[in-house]
């Protein structure tokens, strides 16, 4: 195995190490040490409001594929899912969730059972909560429409992979006064819902959902070890530029070039 090899590796332990430790550590206290983000406060808010009046909310993982690189982003909407159903599962209306893809739908349904299971309320789990909206993007947007346009659905949460096609489900969102809370890894979307959404999640902090929505501990654990990690990235730039400075730059690249 290469140096480069030997240090992903020693990367991949140590990080899964932290998250461990962390979890252990955090268990009683996750949410201690997490900075503000004011889009999950007010969705932690519309879920208090959901649950007393009665009204849903709405969660879309869009329309990614599992075999591709935008399922990270599909797997985080999973997690924010089962965080908000963990928050309203003694509301009177369920959250309900859609997806664009086959096997998103197949897994969003799998969420919804595993966690009312989970919490002991699997009767109140509902097979047609779970929904596959379409299978093309304006198809997927316009199956989405009649979900934002029930009276009863009072948010919104767009956290997965979308194209353009999301301009139409948050000016529906919009039209109706509901809370849209927004976030995605697709660059042309995510400056369509900065500008269309009321709280839209900028960069990493739409992987940071499953931390926020109570989803488990292993979420915030995971959190803090990036915290780290970005620490130590900082430093090895720091010393790389040190390195060049002082022209023995070759040794630097032929430790680091490869994780770099």
């Not at 007393?52 to 924010?80: D, K, M, Q, W, Y």
């Not at 949460?157 to 039209?175: K, M, Q, Y």
């Not at 430093?235 to 060049?244: A, E, N, R, T, Y």
Request: aromatic letters at 8%; hydrophobic letters at 45%.
């Amino acid at each position: 195995m290469t140096i480069s090899g030997l240090i992903g590796l020693a990367f991949i332990i140590a990080f899964s190490g932290l998250i461990i430790l962390f979890t252990a550590a955090k268990r009683e206290q996750p949410e201690s040490g997490l900075r503000k983000i004011p889009a999950f406060s007010r969705l932690r808010r519309a879920i208090g409001l959901a649950v007393e009046a009665g009204s849903r909310l709405h969660l879309s993982i869009g329309r990614g594929n599992l075999t591709g690189p935008e399922s990270a982003v599909a797997f985080v909407g999973l997690s924010a899912l089962e965080g908000m159903i963990r928050s309203a599962s003694t509301g009177d209306n369920p959250p309900v969730a859609t997806a664009g893809d086959p096997s998103l739908a197949i897994l969003t349904r799998d969420t919804l059972s595993s966690t009312y299971r989970d919490i002991g309320n699997i009767e109140h789990y509902d097979p047609t909560t779970g929904q596959l909206a379409g299978f093309t993007p304006f198809s997927y947007a316009a199956g989405t429409l009649p979900i934002i346009q029930d009276e009863k659905t009072t948010a919104h949460i767009l956290i997965g992979h979308f194209g353009n096609e999301v301009a139409l489900i948050t000016d529906a969102s919009e039209r109706n006064g509901d809370l849209t809370l927004t976030g995605t890894d697709n660059l042309p979307a995510q400056a369509i819902l900065y500008a269309t959404s009321e709280e839209p999640l900028i960069g990493e902090e739409v992987y940071a959902s499953g931390a926020y929505l109570n989803a488990g501990p292993m979420h915030i654990a995971s959190l803090r070890a990036q915290d780290i990690f970005r620490w130590v990235l900082i430093v090895v730039i720091i010393l790389g530029v040190l390195f060049k400075l002082a022209g023995i730059d070759q040794i630097f690249t032929d430790i680091f070039g490869g994780l770099l």
